[in-house]
Structures are given as C-alpha cells and as structure tokens.
T-cell receptor, first 111, second 113 residues
Framework: SQQGEEDPQALSIQEGENATMNCSYK?????LQWYRQNSGRGLVHLIL?????REKHSGRLRVTLDTSKKSSSLLITASRAADTASYFC???????????FGKGTLLTVNP | SQTIHQWPATLVQPVGSPLSLECTVE??????LYWYRQAAGRGLQLLFY??????ISSEVPQNLSASRPQDRQFILSSKKLLLSDSGFYLC????????????FGPGTRLTVT
C-alpha cells in the first residue's frame, strides 16, 4: 500500500483562490517532500520539510507537518493558471535513499 | 549546473521485443540514480536505485533490469517486453546518503503493442 496518500484526488479552483492539498502517511519519517508534475513531464521538487519542523514557506507555498497525526498539507496562495499540475507528496519511511510517492492531487486553476 | 537526460522521449514497441532506456546526468559526481514507472493516473513506482557503479537495488520483481556502467549513466532494460510494461518511465538523481531532493528527467513514454 502507498506510504503517502494525497487528498483530494482532484481540486478545481479559480485563479486567485488558495489551494490546499493534504498528505497522510503511515510510518515514521525523516522528512517529507512535495513535488509538482505538469502533464507528460518529469517531477519538479518544491519543498522538503524535516520531521522536526512544523511549517515551511517558499514563495507562495506553505507546507505544514504534523508528525503526531502523520499528515502534511501544501497550501498554494493566490493561485495562477500556471499552477495547474499534479502535486505529489513523498516520504522516506525511514529509508536512507528511497522515497515513496502518493498518487497525487490534480489541481486545475481556471483563469 | 546539473542536468539529466533521458532518451528516447517516446517509444512504441511490440510485445516480446527488447528494451533499452538510457539516462545520463551531467554536472555532478557519484549521484544516487533511480528508475521509476508511472502508470496513467497513478503515483510513481520505484523500480531500481543505485548508489554507485555496479550497485543496483531492485524494488519490484519483474522482467526489467537495470545497469550502471558508468558513474552518471543508468540503463533500464528488458529482454522481452510485456503489455503491462507500458507506462511513463522516469529517471531521477540525488546526492548524499539520505533521502534528499530528487531531480527528475523528462521521462520516456513507452507503449507496448
């Protein structure tokens, strides 16, 4: 079964609105990462949050991590049509090298 | 700066034919290298990873194999393709001992007919 599961599976919003995606995982982690994938392209790393961090910001992105609930959220503020993509969380499940990816949230931002 | 290349970009192969996908990384030394497969509408499945030349770890038993003949070259192969091998194949690299950021190539779309 997947270590990370994103929720919702799909999200459609209007330009300018905020988008929130959630990720739940099952086992202890060293860090949790979020990636973005435009249709038919490779993944792009967005942000990494370590297990001892609770919140991290990068531009319009805000990631939170709650290790007691084994969950994370990705907030994109003031969304743009160019933010339309699939977003994946990835966890290491305590591994040294491997990441396990969820199935992703498909975000559509309508102009 | 570091770059990662994958080729070919798209491939259509008949069932039973061989496969060779290549991935090369430029601008870094001793990277960790990864092969993933992504089925339509699904997440990424880790197939193989390598932390050094000749060191391959297999995650999913199947008719695929991987090799790392040079420090920055990673090859995914099959002797006989199955229909279920169709998918989007992604190569990625990272550095260091630990689960740090991974950097992905553009991918290869494989269709087995």
């Amino acid at each position: 079964s997947q270590q990370g599961e994103e929720d919702p599976q799909a999200l459609s919003i209007q330009e300018g609105e905020n988008a929130t995606m959630n990720c739940s995982y099952k086992t202890s982690i060293n860090n949790l990462q979020w990636y973005r994938q435009n249709s038919g392209r490779g993944l792009v790393h967005l942000i990494l949050i370590r297990s001892n961090e609770r919140e991290k910001h990068s531009g319009r992105l805000r990631v939170t991590l709650d290790t007691s609930k084994k969950s994370s959220s990705l907030l994109i503020t003031a969304s743009r049509a160019a933010d339309t993509a699939s977003y994946f969380c990835a966890t290491d499940a305590g591994s040294n090298y491997k990441l396990t990816f969820g199935k992703g949230t498909l975000l559509t931002v309508n102009p | 700066s570091q770059t990662i290349h994958q080729w070919p970009a798209t491939l259509v192969q008949p069932v039973g034919s061989p496969l060779s996908l290549e991935c090369t990384v430029e601008g870094t030394s001793n990277p960790n290298l990864y092969w993933y497969r992504q089925a339509a509408g699904r997440g990424l499945q880790l197939l193989f990873y390598s932390v050094g030349i000749g060191q391959i770890s297999s995650e999913v038993p199947q008719n695929l194999s991987a090799s790392r003949p040079q420090d920055r070259q990673f090859i995914l192969s099959s002797k006989k393709l199955l229909l279920s091998d169709s998918g989007f194949y992604l190569c990625a690299w990272s550095v260091g001992q630990g689960t740090y950021e991974q950097y992905f190539g553009p991918g290869t779309r494989l269709t087995v007919t």
